[in-house]
């Protein structure tokens, strides 16, 4: 992911664009609040023959509390610059968890 953000910096430099006018944005394929979130990594690390620390720094993941989701999406902007976040999934529990639990913190709502 930061070498991909390194490839858009230099176009945009070359383009003659000013990078902090452009938004970043992600998609993130799995969102889910839980306390314990070994078994979810484990379930992907599993699926996809990746090793636990692999899976828990992806930024295709977010996983864990509320407390954890919202301290790594901070990190995660602060690193990366990326503000906007595309969630797939369709155990809506889990979205509405997300969105009340991590979301609405972050938004102030």
């Known amino acids: 992911m930061a070498e991909k953000i390194g490839w858009l910096r230099a176009a945009a430099e070359d383009a003659g664009r000013d990078f902090d006018d452009i938004e970043l944005n992600g998609l993130v394929f799995m969102a889910a609040v839980t306390d314990d979130p070994k078994p979810a990594y484990e ?4 699926n996809f023959g990746l ?8 930024p295709l993941l977010l996983v864990g509390s509320p407390a954890e989701l919202i301290d790594k999406l901070e990190q995660r ?4 610059g990326v503000s906007y976040l595309v969630i797939q999934g ?18 102030g709502r």
């Open 43 to 46: 379930m992907i690390a599993g």
């Open 51 to 58: 090793s636990l620390e692999q899976i828990v720094d992806s």
């Open 77 to 80: 902007r602060e690193q990366t």
């Open 90 to 107: 369709d155990d809506m529990a889990q979205l509405e968890l997300f969105a009340e639990h991590v979301v609405a913190p972050l938004t």
